[in-house]
């Protein structure tokens, strides 16, 4: 079976730190992985996406930038964190009926 | 621009109070809704798709239907543990097939 896994389940930075996030899936080849960024009140916000490795199309302009070195890996990345970067981060893959699947999510704090 | 709606924001229910939630969206052509279940400190948990007004699933005490401008997520005789944010999610057909637009969620609590 497909699982996902996101680390780490929190993190706390001081602003102007970089930031690396990882999510691998295990269980299916070339998946479709998306990142997330859930903000209280403001509900799940498309920051990344990508169909394969080197592929990634990014959804609103930020402070971040995602990568994917190999098939079943995807990193967020960040040179210098804002105070506005705090939130939950979460990473998804595409199954089958398009449904998608989460992680357990990191939550951020940026002080 | 695809949106989705979601309401109450909060809803509390005593223990078998039965209820609903809404979603209405608007969207280019629905190529589904997807209804998700999310507890504090976690990912989204899938529930149910839904693609073509009239169309019913159930799980549980769960049951999700679809029209062709909103859903609705009835909960029948609600229990504790059914207490979490309830999230309701689009894809349009089109260019932006690919990703899912999502409304802010109704968080539910059910009390004993």
């Known amino acids: 079976s497909q699982t996902i896994h996101q680390w780490p389940a929190t993190l706390v930075q001081p602003v102007g730190s970089p930031l690396s996030l990882e999510c691998t899936v295990e269980g299916t080849s070339n998946p479709n992985l998306y990142w997330y960024r859930q903000a209280a009140g403001r509900g799940l916000q498309l920051l990344f996406y990508s169909v394969g490795i080197g592929q990634i199309s990014s959804e609103v302009p930020q402070n971040l930038s995602a990568s994917r070195p190999q098939d079943r890996q995807f990193i967020l990345s960040s040179k210098k964190l804002l105070l506005s970067d705090s939130g939950f981060y979460l990473c998804?893959?595409?199954?089958?009926?398009?449904?998608?699947?989460f992680g357990a999510g990191t939550r951020l704090s940026v002080l | 621009e695809d949106q989705v709606t979601q309401s109450p924001e909060a809803l509390r229910l005593q223990e078998g109070e039965s209820s609903s939630l809404n979603c209405s969206y608007t969207v280019s052509g629905l190529r589904g809704l997807f209804w998700y279940r999310q507890d504090p400190g976690k990912g989204p948990e899938f529930l149910f798709t839904?693609?073509?007004a009239g169309e019913e699933k159930e799980k549980e005490r769960l049951k999700a239907t679809l029209t062709k401008k909103e859903s609705f997520l009835h909960i029948t005789a609600p229990k504790p543990e059914d207490s979490a944010t309830y999230l309701c999610a689009v894809r349009p057909s089109g260019g932006s097939n690919y990703k899912l637009t999502f409304g802010k969620g109704t968080l539910l609590t059910v009390n004993p």
């Open positions: 839904l693609y073509s």
């Open positions: 998804a893959w595409r199954g089958i009926g398009n449904i998608q699947y």
